[in-house]
Nanobody, 122 residues
Framework: QVQLVESGGGSVQAGGSLRLSCAASRVTYRMGWFRQAPGKEREGVAGIDQDGRVSYIDSVKGRFTIYRDNAKNTLYLQQNSLKPEDTAMYYC???????????????????WGQGTQVTVSA
Protein backbone atom coordinates (compact mmCIF):
# COMPACT_ATOMS: atom_id res chain seq x y z
CA GLN A 1 0.00 0.00 0.00
CA VAL A 2 1.03 3.57 -0.62
CA GLN A 3 0.19 6.61 1.46
CA LEU A 4 0.26 10.01 -0.21
CA VAL A 5 0.09 13.45 1.40
CA GLU A 6 -0.09 16.61 -0.72
CA SER A 7 0.85 20.13 0.28
CA GLY A 8 1.79 23.44 -1.30
CA GLY A 9 -1.52 24.65 -2.68
CA GLY A 10 -2.76 28.17 -2.17
CA SER A 11 -4.22 31.28 -3.75
CA VAL A 12 -2.23 33.25 -6.30
CA GLN A 13 -2.77 35.83 -9.00
CA ALA A 14 -2.63 34.92 -12.66
CA GLY A 15 0.97 34.59 -13.76
CA GLY A 16 2.11 33.46 -10.34
CA SER A 17 3.74 30.20 -9.31
CA LEU A 18 3.24 27.40 -6.84
CA ARG A 19 5.10 24.20 -6.09
CA LEU A 20 2.96 21.29 -5.02
CA SER A 21 4.52 18.47 -3.02
CA CYS A 22 3.45 14.90 -2.45
CA ALA A 23 5.10 12.85 0.26
CA ALA A 24 4.87 9.14 -0.54
CA SER A 25 5.35 6.21 1.80
CA ARG A 26 7.22 4.32 -0.91
CA VAL A 27 8.26 4.49 -4.53
CA THR A 28 5.99 3.08 -7.22
CA TYR A 29 6.32 2.49 -10.95
CA ARG A 30 4.40 5.61 -11.81
CA MET A 31 3.09 8.70 -10.09
CA GLY A 32 1.05 11.61 -11.30
CA TRP A 33 -0.88 14.77 -10.59
CA PHE A 34 -4.57 15.15 -11.30
CA ARG A 35 -6.99 18.01 -10.81
CA GLN A 36 -10.70 18.41 -10.38
CA ALA A 37 -12.83 21.54 -10.35
CA PRO A 38 -16.36 21.54 -8.87
CA GLY A 39 -18.82 19.89 -11.22
CA LYS A 40 -16.09 18.67 -13.56
CA GLU A 41 -14.39 15.34 -14.13
CA ARG A 42 -11.00 14.60 -12.70
CA GLU A 43 -8.30 15.02 -15.32
CA GLY A 44 -4.71 13.93 -15.46
CA VAL A 45 -2.22 16.80 -15.51
CA ALA A 46 1.19 15.17 -15.45
CA GLY A 47 2.78 11.79 -14.89
CA ILE A 48 6.26 10.41 -14.24
CA ASP A 49 7.67 6.89 -14.19
CA GLN A 50 10.59 5.36 -12.27
CA ASP A 51 13.01 6.24 -15.06
CA GLY A 52 12.07 9.89 -14.98
CA ARG A 53 10.07 9.92 -18.19
CA VAL A 54 7.24 12.44 -18.04
CA SER A 55 3.95 13.20 -19.71
CA TYR A 56 1.72 16.29 -19.62
CA ILE A 57 -1.64 17.35 -20.91
CA ASP A 58 -1.28 19.96 -23.63
CA SER A 59 -2.78 22.78 -21.61
CA VAL A 60 0.06 22.76 -19.07
CA LYS A 61 3.06 22.01 -21.28
CA GLY A 62 5.71 24.66 -20.90
CA ARG A 63 4.17 25.89 -17.65
CA PHE A 64 4.13 22.90 -15.30
CA THR A 65 6.98 20.55 -14.46
CA ILE A 66 6.63 17.22 -12.69
CA TYR A 67 9.65 15.76 -10.96
CA ARG A 68 10.54 13.53 -8.05
CA ASP A 69 13.15 13.32 -5.34
CA ASN A 70 13.57 9.60 -4.71
CA ALA A 71 15.78 10.13 -1.66
CA LYS A 72 12.89 11.95 0.00
CA ASN A 73 10.11 9.86 -1.57
CA THR A 74 8.56 13.12 -2.69
CA LEU A 75 6.80 14.07 -5.90
CA TYR A 76 6.55 17.69 -7.02
CA LEU A 77 4.57 19.74 -9.47
CA GLN A 78 6.09 23.12 -10.23
CA GLN A 79 3.36 25.38 -11.55
CA ASN A 80 4.44 28.53 -13.36
CA SER A 81 2.45 31.12 -15.31
CA LEU A 82 -0.71 30.01 -13.57
CA LYS A 83 -4.03 30.81 -15.18
CA PRO A 84 -7.53 31.07 -13.67
CA GLU A 85 -8.48 27.89 -15.52
CA ASP A 86 -5.86 26.03 -13.48
CA THR A 87 -8.04 26.54 -10.41
CA ALA A 88 -8.90 23.11 -9.00
CA MET A 89 -8.24 20.62 -6.27
CA TYR A 90 -4.98 18.91 -7.16
CA TYR A 91 -4.43 15.28 -6.25
CA CYS A 92 -1.31 13.20 -6.11
CA UNK A 93 -1.69 9.63 -7.35
CA UNK A 94 0.45 6.51 -7.58
CA UNK A 95 0.32 3.21 -9.45
CA UNK A 96 1.99 -0.07 -8.56
CA UNK A 97 1.23 -1.48 -12.02
CA UNK A 98 3.84 -1.40 -14.75
CA UNK A 99 2.84 -0.11 -18.15
CA UNK A 100 4.52 1.18 -21.26
CA UNK A 101 4.18 4.90 -21.53
CA UNK A 102 2.71 7.15 -18.88
CA UNK A 103 -1.09 7.06 -18.94
CA UNK A 104 -2.90 10.01 -17.42
CA UNK A 105 -6.29 8.40 -16.95
CA UNK A 106 -7.41 8.19 -13.30
CA UNK A 107 -8.27 4.50 -13.69
CA UNK A 108 -4.58 3.67 -14.10
CA UNK A 109 -3.78 4.77 -10.55
CA UNK A 110 -4.61 2.92 -7.34
CA UNK A 111 -3.48 5.27 -4.60
CA TRP A 112 -4.61 8.83 -4.00
CA GLY A 113 -3.84 11.69 -1.68
CA GLN A 114 -6.39 13.96 -0.04
CA GLY A 115 -5.81 16.87 -2.40
CA THR A 116 -4.52 20.42 -2.12
CA GLN A 117 -6.45 23.42 -3.40
CA VAL A 118 -5.02 25.75 -6.03
CA THR A 119 -6.92 28.96 -6.70
CA VAL A 120 -5.79 31.42 -9.37
CA SER A 121 -7.42 34.83 -9.61
CA ALA A 122 -7.41 37.09 -12.64
Amino acid sequence: QVQLVESGGGSVQAGGSLRLSCAASRVTYRMGWFRQAPGKEREGVAGIDQDGRVSYIDSVKGRFTIYRDNAKNTLYLQQNSLKPEDTAMYYCAASSQYSLGIPLGPSFYQYWGQGTQVTVSA
